[in-house]
């Protein structure tokens, strides 16, 4: 088992930045894919944000590119999202999450999750 632990979620009013951090434990994060999703209020989980194992691929959301940048540090088993420009609409419970094959969006597919960190972004 991966177990995902996932942080650095808070308040932050509009236009303001915040950066998640997950740190994994169990197994190195060097040979999986690693992402992030959402669940909005009253919405299903969807897709933010992955990175390949070295970092070299990533894929995001039409929603939050050129906003949230994703990295990953493999020595210390650690992967990040930088979140700037936020939004209200951002307002979401965030999971990390990982998978030992390529990236994809769908949140079904993939095998380990973080328990979730709250962020708030007041208008």
């Known amino acids: 088992q991966v177990h995902l632990v996932d942080s650095g979620g808070g308040l932050v009013q509009a236009g303001g930045s915040l950066r998640l951090s997950c740190t994994a434990s169990g197994r190195t994060i060097s040979s999986y894919t690693m992402g992030w999703f959402r669940q909005l209020p009253r919405k299903e989980r969807e897709f933010v944000a992955a990175s390949s194992w070295s970092g070299d691929s990533t894929n995001y959301a039409d929603s939050v590119k050129g906003r949230f940048t994703i990295s990953r540090d493999n020595a210390k088993n650690t992967v990040y999202l930088q979140m700037s420009t936020l939004k209200p609409e951002d307002t979401a419970v965030y999971f990390c999450?990982?998978?030992?094959?390529?990236?994809?969006?769908?949140?079904?597919?993939?095998?380990?999750w973080g328990q979730g960190t709250q962020v708030t972004v007041s208008s």
């Open positions: 999450a990982a998978r030992p094959g390529r990236i994809t969006v769908d949140d079904r597919t993939w095998n380990y």
